[in-house]
């Protein structure tokens, strides 16, 4: 079975703090990402990468930066967190490019900003 | 551009009860497409898939039916328990690797 971990499950941080989310898989996958669930918007891309040290701008990207230096960890990182980043955030990896590829996630991480 | 709509929730049923739950999309090309669920408190799980058109994806009692003509994979399921409860999400994929997701409709099945 694929598995894909998120470091914490619950994490609670103040405002301009700097914050690590970490993801590993062990599926040798190529492609990571990261998400942030909140509700009534679903699922929203902030970032991914198609391999180590490669990374690619989702749909919100701004407030966040990611780090891809081995294969198998994908970091997303809150470079001042704001309270507006409060969220559940999501990581899942997948192999390869093909639209008929699954996407397998982790079990999130819910993150309060105060 | 691509993008899917869900029928807003929740949905309220009780046990035994007929489920379903649209889903319709737009889209270039000839996307796969995706039910995800979440249950409590965890991510999102692969509950079934379609990779093109008239295709059936189908587990544990849930299926949908691709169907381009009217770009629509609703789920549907005969008869749903309390276990069911959860949020489920339709999504689409083109090639690329990047999946668009619905909003997400909370399923609430009662005893």
């Known amino acids: 079975d694929v598995k894909v971990t998120q470091s914490s499950r619950y994490l609670v941080k103040r405002t301009g703090e700097k914050v690590f989310l970490e993801c590993v898989q062990d599926?040798?996958?190529?492609?990571m990402f990261w998400y942030r669930q909140d509700p009534g918007l679903g699922l929203r891309l902030i970032y991914f990468?198609?391999?180590?040290?490669?990374?690619e701008k989702g749909d919100i990207p701004e407030g966040y930066s990611v780090s891809r230096e081995k294969k198998e960890r994908f970091s997303l990182i809150l470079e001042s967190a704001s309270t507006n980043q409060t969220s559940m955030y999501l990581c899942?990896?997948?192999?390869?490019?093909?639209?008929?590829?699954?996407?397998?996630f982790g079990a999130g991480t819910r993150l309060s900003v105060l | 551009g691509n993008s899917v709509t869900q029928m807003e929730g929740p949905v309220t049923l009780s046990e035994e009860a007929f489920l379903t739950i649209n889903c319709t999309y737009t889209?270039?090309?000839?996307?796969?497409l995706f039910w995800y669920v979440q249950y409590p408190g965890e991510g999102l799980q692969l509950l079934l898939k379609a990779t093109k058109a008239d295709d059936k994806g189908s587990n544990k009692g849930f299926e949908a039916t691709y169907r381009k003509e009217t770009t629509s994979f609703h789920l549907e399921k005969g008869s749903v328990q309390v276990s069911d409860s959860a949020v489920y999400f339709c999504?689409?994929?083109?090639?690329?690797?990047?999946?668009?997701f619905g909003q997400g409709t909370e399923l609430s099945v009662k005893p």
């Open positions: 889209a270039t090309g000839y996307p796969s």
């Open positions: 899942a990896s997948q192999t390869g490019e093909g639209a008929k590829n699954i996407q397998y």
């Open positions: 990468s198609y391999d180590v040290k490669m990374k």
């Open positions: 599926m040798d996958h190529e492609n």
């Open positions: 999504a689409l994929k083109n090639q690329g690797g990047k999946l668009i």
